[in-house]
Nanobody, 122 residues
C-alpha cells in the first residue's frame, strides 16, 4: 500500500531552520505532484508548498516565500521542505501529500503522511 512517512520536525527558536523529509513507497512517485500542508491547533489544514511531478514547477504560500524551499528526488522517492528564518506562526503539524493532479487544495491530494510536529518558540 501507499505510505508517506515524514521526519525532521522538532522544537526550534524563532530565526532558526529545520528540514523536513518525506519518504514515499507503494506508488510510482515520479508520476505524482507533491506538497506540504500544515495544521495549527483549532485551525484548518493550510497549503504551504507544492511541486509538480517533474520538479519544474513550484508554488508557495505567500507568507513562506523566500524562507521555505520544497525539493524532490525522484530516484530516492523523497520530498523535502527546507524551512529557514522560522517564525512562531509557522508552528503546526506538517504533512506531506501526493496527488495525481497538481494544486494547492488539500482536498485534491489522495495520499498523506501521518504528520510531524514543528514548534517555533519566540
Amino acid at each position: 500500500q501507499v505510505q508517506l512517512v515524514e521526519s525532521g520536525g522538532g522544537l526550534v527558536q524563532a530565526g532558526n531552520s529545520l528540514r523536513l523529509s518525506c519518504a514515499a513507497s507503494g506508488l510510482t512517485f515520479k508520476d505524482y505532484a507533491v506538497a506540504w500542508f500544515r495544521q495549527a491547533p483549532g485551525k484548518e489544514r493550510d497549503f504551504v508548498a507544492a511541486m509538480t511531478y517533474s520538479g519544474a514547477g513550484t508554488r508557495y504560500l505567500d507568507s513562506v516565500k523566500g524562507r521555505f524551499a520544497i525539493s524532490r528526488d525522484n530516484f530516492k522517492n523523497t520530498v523535502s521542505l527546507q524551512m529557514n528564518s522560522l517564525k512562531p506562526e509557522d508552528t503546526g503539524v506538517y504533512y506531506c501529500a501526493a496527488s495525481s493532479a497538481y494544486g494547492t487544495n488539500w482536498r485534491g491530494y489522495e495520499y498523506w503522511g501521518q504528520g510531524t510536529q514543528v514548534t517555533v518558540s519566540s
